[in-house]
Structure formats: structure tokens, C-alpha cells
């Protein structure tokens, strides 16, 4: 089980949504914010997230820390992080395993690490400085990926569980992503999920992807495929009741068409742990 | 043996998104359904369009004014020369006014770089911390003794204000309402516009007449107002500077401009 409460089902908060939000309150359990959008405390982005924080729980979730990078950490971001949530009051505080550029550039993309014991060493050490910083743990997401290094000496669940456990911080496990890369890298998404530690997840992502003949890119942009749906499943049957959201974003969709995935989510969600109950009982 | 520290293997694969270097090649492995060309061309691409997409966000009205094929030439000419170092994709993009009033290929156009210094300014307004603003009532409490040494603290929204040679806003309003394309202009007189937000969220910009313009340049330098009536006899009589001068400040503040008064003792 995760070490804290499940939040229920949620969205992400994307700024086509503001008014809709407001106007309706729309059943969704809770938001993830991306959180390089309210770094500057003021303008419409923080107007418009501090009346929906009055009304739903959030968490905020980063692309920018990049947690395997070779760059000195950016104290300063962490600093406006730290800002941040201590105005907002997130339940969590997540980014990726990845990293996104060096020599201070920033390519703005999650790019895969090689799964070394040289990089599970780096992020473990770097993850804790965070941790410390930021006075608690954080979330690790996989991301979808397009490449292997030649120099991976393990498989991906295997590096993320390694690092998790020695740096004691949680994981946010992307559905879609896991998906997503075992199609590019020929595993069996099942493996992977076994692979996770069940303790250390805290959150699901879903979201939809592009399939193409031979492999997949993760885009955002589209509904949630029927394999996505049923790795999801599986995934509740293993790790029971997680938070659970819905990414989109391009191709933005009006609110109410995101809500009836999210219903497709709980239905799903809610019938396994039942199952899984009764099976227990 | 090649370093592949993963420090090593980093640059590598960024210099094959920036520079379309081949070393990482060497370094990842394919599958006979999914070459190596293919995978790396799925970060190369993802890299330029997504940075392409974040110019066309900020400069929307370069983007008109250029058409798709030459705005996405301008894009890919910036992003080689200036990746970012931002946090956020939102604010890459600073450099393009100058990038353009630079770059041999637009430099003869310099409206371009005149609308995206106007656009880039948008952005910075609407993007600015919240601020609380004085009002004029905060001018009536200041006493006459103290006036002489008043100076002004301005809005987090204020932009550096924009000297524009051509009818850059004008355009910029055709485009942005969608109506019928302008013709550029040269304009008779150059003009210093003003862009700002105001506490309704709303981004605001004004012209201004070469007076107003240097007494506010002087005022956000930090010279008080003692120093501006002295400099507004460039362009006033004697008589009228004060009156003028106190108007200027007036109407700063009415347009939410202003944050805070200091006077006398209290150094800027
Ligand atoms: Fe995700």
C-alpha cells in the first residue's frame, strides 16, 4: 500500500480548464499542477490556482529538476519549488527520472538515463539533497523512452526500484509509459510492474500515445488506449488504491470528455479493488 | 577507450539534439524495426518542434507577419543560436527582438524586431509577480516640504518602455483582432509606448508623448521629482512644468503603475 492516503482520481490542471473548473466544479477528486507554471507568485496562473486549490486537493509535479543530470542541482529552482509549496501546500512533489540537459542548457525534454550502477549512485545522492531541501520525500516518475544505452547493465524497473529504495523516495508510475516503452524496448510491460517495489508507489499516471508500426511515442495527446487500460488493471490488482490522474497535454479536450475518462478510471479502478477485496475475504 | 562517464554520454546526446553530432550513435542500440536513425530522430524532432512551438506562443504576430515557412526559417535560425537556458519554455524566446534587429537576414526589416520586442513585453507584463498598487490619495498625503525629494517605486509589471520607428502597435491590434491586414508604416515621429497589467489581470499599453517619456525614464532611474521639473524645461515653460509634472504622476497612478512613494530621508 502507499504510505499515504489515496487522493482518489484526478487531472491535470491545464489553463483551458480554469473557468470550467470554477464554474462547475466538476467531480474530479483532486489536480496536478505542472508546477513550472506558478513559479512567479502572481499573474492569471496564480490567480486562477489559488481559488481552485480552495476547492481540491493538489499535488505538484516538476519537469525541470532533472534528477540524473550531470549539472550542479539548481539550488534556485529548488528554492522557488520550496516557495511554492509552502504556499500551495501540495500533498506531493514529483519530477522525473530523467534528465534534460547540460552545460546549462535546457532541452526541455525527459531523456532517458543508462542503468548504470555509476547513475543509481549519482541520482541516490542527488535525490537525497532534494529530499533534505525540500523536508520531504519525492516522487520518481519512469518516463517513455526511445533509446537504450549500450552501457545498461540492468533493466529499467530494476534501476528505479534501486534508486527509490537506497534514496528513499516514492515513485509516480506512468501507465501509458511503461506501455510506451516496452513496445520501443521489446519487454513485457507486466515485468515491469513486477518489478516495482509495491510500497513505494504512490501515484498513477494514464495518458494516450501515438502507435506507430514498429513503436510508440508518448505524445499526451490522445485517449487512453485499450492496452493502456488494461496494464492499468493489472496495476491496481498489484499496487491497490493509488492516486490516479489523467495527463493530456495537447490536443486539449473540452472538461467534460476528460471527465468521462476519468469515470473509465474509477469504474476500472474501483471494481478491481473490489475484486481484489471479495478474492481476500 | 571514448569517455563514457555518464557525464560523457550526456554531451553526446545533446550535442546530437543541438548539433546533430553523431557520436551517441556509437553509443545506443537499434533494433532491425526500429533503427537508430529512427529513435534519435524522435528527440531531434520533438527538440526543434517544441521549442518552434513555444516561439510561435510568444510571437504570434511575427509569426503572421513572416508567414509559416519564414517563421519557422526565423525559429530555427534562434534556436541554434540561443537554446535555452530556461527553466520554463515560456520564457525562451528573450532574445529574439534583438536576434532579429541583428541578423542579416531581417535586420532590413526592422518592424519585425519592433513587434517582437512589443510581444515579448506582452508576455513579460502578464507574467510579472502580483503588486499592490498605490492610489492617487497616496500623493495628496505627501507633504508640500517633501515633494522636491519624492521618488517612485513602479509596478513588477512595468516593461522597459518600447521606441518604436513604425506602426508596429498598429499592426500588432490587426493582427491580434483577427481584421484586415495594415500596411507597415514608417512613422513621422517616433514613439515610446508603455506596457503594464493592471490588478484585474488585464495587459494594458499607452503611447507617450517625449516628454512624459523622459520624465518617466528618469523617475524609474531613481531621480526625484525635483530633478524632473529641472529636465522638463526642454521642453515647457517655467510656469507650467510643475503642473505638468504633478500630471504625470497623477495619471501613473491612476494607470496602476505605481507601488510605492518615498520621500526626503528615506534613499531609494
Ligand atoms: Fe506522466
Given at each position: 500500500m502507499p504510505s499515504l492516503p489515496s487522493?482518489?482520481?484526478?487531472?491535470?490542471?491545464?489553463?483551458?480548464?480554469?473557468h470550467a473548473i470554477?464554474?462547475?466544479?466538476?467531480?474530479?477528486?483532486?489536480?496536478?499542477?505542472?508546477?513550472e507554471n506558478y513559479l512567479v507568485a502572481g499573474g492569471k496562473p496564480r490567480f486562477f490556482l489559488e481559488r481552485i486549490r480552495e476547492r481540491y486537493p493538489l499535488v505538484?509535479?516538476?519537469?525541470?529538476?532533472?534528477?540524473?543530470?550531470?549539472?550542479?542541482?539548481?539550488?534556485?529552482?529548488?528554492?522557488?519549488?520550496?516557495a511554492l509549496a509552502d504556499t500551495i501546500e501540495p500533498h506531493w512533489i514529483s519530477d522525473h527520472l530523467c534528465w534534460t540537459g547540460v552545460e546549462g542548457i535546457n532541452l526541455h525534454d525527459l531523456l532517458p538515463l543508462p542503468y548504470t550502477e555509476?547513475?543509481?549512485?549519482?541520482?541516490?545522492?542527488?535525490?537525497?539533497?532534494?529530499?533534505?531541501?525540500?523536508?520531504?520525500?519525492i516522487l520518481l516518475e519512469n518516463v517513455s523512452s526511445y533509446i537504450t544505452y549500450t552501457d545498461s547493465q540492468m533493466s529499467e524497473w530494476e534501476f528505479l526500484g534501486a534508486i527509490c529504495e537506497q534514496a528513499d523516495c516514492l515513485i509516480l508510475l506512468d501507465i501509458n509509459n511503461i506501455h510506451v516503452s516496452a513496445l520501443n524496448h521489446d519487454f513485457a510491460a507486466i515485468d515491469y510492474l513486477e518489478g516495482v517495489p509495491v510500497e513505494r508507489v504512490q501515484q498513477f499516471h494514464l495518458a494516450g500515445h501515438s502507435d506507430y508500426t514498429n513503436y510508440a511515442v508518448d505524445t499526451h495527446d490522445a485517449d487512453i488506449v485499450q492496452p493502456v487500460w488494461d496494464l492499468y488493471e493489472k496495476a491496481v490488482e498489484r499496487f491497490g488504491n493509488v492516486s490516479t490522474m489523467i495527463e493530456r497535454d495537447d490536443n486539449i479536450l473540452p472538461l467534460e470528455t476528460l471527465l468521462n475518462e476519468l469515470d473509465q478510471a474509477r469504474r476500472i479502478g474501483g471494481e478491481t479493488i473490489h475484486s481484489e477485496l471479495n478474492s481476500h475475504a | 577507450m571514448p569517455d563514457r562517464s555518464l557525464r560523457a554520454i550526456q554531451q553526446a546526446m545533446q550535442q546530437c539534439l543541438?548539433?546533430?553530432?553523431?557520436r551517441i550513435?556509437?553509443?545506443?542500440v537499434g533494433t532491425p524495426g526500429f533503427s537508430i536513425e529512427t529513435r534519435l530522430g524522435i528527440y531531434t524532432e520533438a527538440y526543434r518542434l517544441r521549442l518552434i512551438d513555444a516561439l510561435g506562443d510568444a510571437y504570434p504576430a511575427v509569426h503572421t507577419l513572416l508567414g509559416d515557412e519564414g517563421f519557422h526559417a526565423l525559429a530555427t535560425a534562434y534556436i541554434d543560436r540561443h537554446p535555452s537556458h530556461f527553466r520554463s519554455i515560456r520564457w525562451f524566446g528573450d532574445r529574439l527582438a534583438t536576434f532579429l534587429a541583428d541578423h542579416p537576414a531581417w535586420k532590413d526589416t526592422p518592424l519585425l524586431a519592433e513587434m517582437a520586442r512589443f510581444e515579448w513585453s506582452l508576455r513579460g507584463a502578464f507574467d510579472a509577480a502580483d503588486f499592490t498598487p498605490l492610489t492617487t490619495q497616496a500623493l495628496h498625503d505627501v507633504p508640500p516640504e517633501h515633494w522636491a525629494g519624492l521618488r517612485l517605486v513602479f509596478s513588477p509589471t512595468l516593461q522597459e518602455p518600447c521606441y518604436f520607428n513604425w506602426n508596429s502597435v498598429k499592426l500588432w491590434q490587426a493582427i491580434d483582432a483577427e481584421s484586415d491586414p495594415i500596411p507597415p508604416q514608417r512613422l513621422a515621429q517616433p514613439e515610446t509606448w508603455l506596457i503594464w497589467r493592471n490588478t484585474e489581470q488585464q495587459t494594458r499599453f499607452r503611447s507617450l508623448l517625449v516628454d512624459e517619456a523622459w520624465a518617466m525614464n528618469s523617475m524609474r532611474q531613481g531621480?526625484?521629482?525635483?530633478?524632473?521639473?529641472?529636465?522638463?524645461?526642454?521642453?515647457?515653460?517655467?510656469?507650467?512644468i510643475a503642473a505638468r509634472a504633478a500630471?504625470?504622476?497623477?495619471?501613473?497612478?491612476?494607470?496602476?503603475?505605481?507601488?510605492a512613494i518615498e520621500t526626503g530621508n528615506t534613499s531609494p
Open positions: 487522493l482518489g482520481y484526478g487531472l491535470g490542471l491545464r489553463k483551458e480548464h480554469y470554477l464554474e462547475t466544479e466538476p467531480n474530479v477528486d483532486w489536480f496536478e499542477i505542472l508546477s505538484m509535479h516538476g519537469v525541470s529538476l532533472s534528477i540524473g543530470g550531470t549539472d550542479p542541482l539548481d539550488r534556485d529552482y529548488l528554492k522557488q519549488i520550496k555509476e547513475a543509481i549512485r549519482h541520482i541516490v545522492d542527488r535525490v537525497k539533497q532534494v529530499q533534505d531541501f525540500l523536508g520531504r520525500r | 543541438t548539433d546533430g553530432d553523431e550513435r556509437s553509443l545506443i531621480q526625484d521629482f525635483a530633478a524632473i521639473c529641472d529636465g522638463l524645461g526642454e521642453w515647457l515653460d517655467e510656469e507650467h500630471g504625470f504622476l497623477h495619471q501613473w497612478l491612476e494607470d496602476e503603475l505605481v507601488v
